[in-house]
């Protein structure tokens, strides 16, 4: 009876589960962003990363903070001993050495040097440049996250034209086979409609094969499993709407908001800053310290004191140049990159002026063939009416079948050209949410 309880319960548990398991996530954009800045792995490394830069700065301020640590000694001498002779001519004292046993609490404190609070402000800037790069992964992966839900939706709906162009172009292959039969038609027709399904059918297994792989890179940059399943809720005429925007080449790059050169800024900061450091070098640097010993095993002659206060000044004089090589290497890295600043600054604003013309060159193109596919819908329709009606041949048909693919084809990749322009002149702009 507790068997036969135990499976019934197990029935209803289990396609519960199942149903669980098979869950699929319905997602936006947006939801696809939010959902991979949370499960991204090369996001999670670049957090690590500042907080490694965070220690950094701590262990380069506890540099200049109280140092205490203890030492605890043992000599064995293995009878040996010590002699002197106090006058001449008088017989000598021989001294035992008994061994011995020290314990020693050692205290310092550094009390100036210039390396260290430039140590300390270049490991702040480094941190700093950990947490922008934090933003720069935020970016890159929301770029990489959008891309491919437009790859996805585009991909879809190329697979949905081909199946629906196989359904229509098999069912025309049917009537004519009829017609062939009844000596309507030449058989040739017949064939050469059949090779254009085939044809099509292969072309739709492979776009298949494409979709699958455009998912499984969106589940990797998301973090999901590649067995989960996923609803894309945002079609690609309600993105291409957001992305139609020609008011975006009124925009003028500010550079101080672009995440590249906010990092190259900052980079230039540690540059200068190891130029401190070089210069810095120079300086004397002064600690303090304080020393107790205490006596485990004390031996019979002994006159270290308990207690001893120091300090202790370390001035650099002569350095057989050293020092002013190290400083002239360092102002040639810090002028060699105010040139690449100036490089990079050029380049950006080169990169904008090719990004707004390549959107441009993406919406005169998707306009143009918007109208390609509606004039090629027309055409296509019209000479499988004439084909039906016997007045063209086979091969025409499978002419106007390829130009209306094409068209449609041609329209699509040019509604991606569009979605990837717009955002690569967000991404530059900083302005992807």
């Known amino acids: 009876m507790k068997i036969k309880l135990l ?32 499960h991204n792995l090369t996001l999670k490394n670049s957090h690590l990363a500042t907080d490694k830069s965070t220690q950094a700065v701590w262990e380069a301020i506890s540099n200049g903070l ?33 061994p011995s046993s020290n314990f020693y609490l050692n205290f310092t404190q550094l009390i100036f040097s210039g390396n260290y609070w430039v140590g300390i402000q270049t490991a702040r800037l480094a941190n700093d440049l950990s947490t922008l790069n934090i933003r720069k992964t935020e970016i890159d992966i929301q770029t990489q996250v959008i891309e491919t839900y437009y790859l996805v939706q585009i991909s879809s709906k190329i697979k949905t034209i081909l199946e629906k162009n196989v359904e229509n172009l098999n069912g025309l292959y049917v009537k004519t086979a009829q017609m062939a039969d009844a000596g309507i038609i030449e058989q040739t027709s017949v064939d050469q409609l059949r090779i254009q399904v085939n044809s099509l059918k292969n072309a739709v297994a492979s776009s298949e ?19 989960t399943q996923f609803t894309l809720t945002e079609s690609a005429e309600s ?54 010993t205490g006596k485990i095993l004390k031996p019979d002659f002994d006159m270290t004191p308990s207690n001893t206060l120091g300090i ?5 004089i002569f350095s057989s140049g050293m020092r002013m090589s190290q400083v002239n290497q360092a102002k040639i890295d810090l002028q060699s990159f105010q040139n690449t600043k100036e490089l990079v600054s050029d380049q950006l604003l080169m990169q904008e002026k090719q990004l707004k013309f ?23 329709d019209n000479l499988r009416f004439k084909f039906e009606q016997g007045m063209i041949s086979g091969l025409d048909m ?16 040019a509604m991606l050209e569009v979605l990837r322009t717009d955002l690569q002149l967000k991404k530059l702009y900083g302005t992807i949410q």
């Open 312 to 316: 202790q000044v370390s001035i650099p």
């Open 66 to 98: 109280p140092q205490i640590d203890a030492t605890v000694d043992y000599t064995n001498s293995l009878g040996a001993d010590i002699s002197i002779t106090f006058t001449e001519g008088m017989p000598a004292t021989v001294i035992p050495i008994k």
């Open 358 to 380: 390549n959107y441009s060159s993406a919406m005169e193109s998707f306009n143009n063939q918007k109208e390609n596919i509606e004039v090629s819908r027309k055409v296509y």
């Open 239 to 292: 993105l291409l709407l957001r992305a139609n925007d020609p008011s975006i080449l009124q925009n003028q790059l500010s550079l101080a908001s672009n995440i590249d050169f906010k990092m190259l800024d900052k980079q230039g900061e540690i540059t200068g800053k190891m130029l401190n450091m070089k210069y810095a070098s120079y300086l004397p640097t002064v600690a303090g310290f304080y020393r107790y």
């Open 209 to 227: 094969r494409q979709l699958e792989l455009a998912k499984n890179l969106f589940r990797l940059q998301l973090g999901l499993d590649l067995e």
């Open 7 to 38: 499976t019934f319960v197990m029935l209803i548990i289990l396609p519960g589960f199942g149903a669980m398991a098979q869950e699929t996530i319905s997602m936006t954009v947006q939801d696809a962003c939010k959902y991979a800045l949370e």
């Open 398 to 413: 499978i002419n106007a079948d390829n130009n209306y693919l094409k068209a449609e084809t041609d329209y699509l990749s």
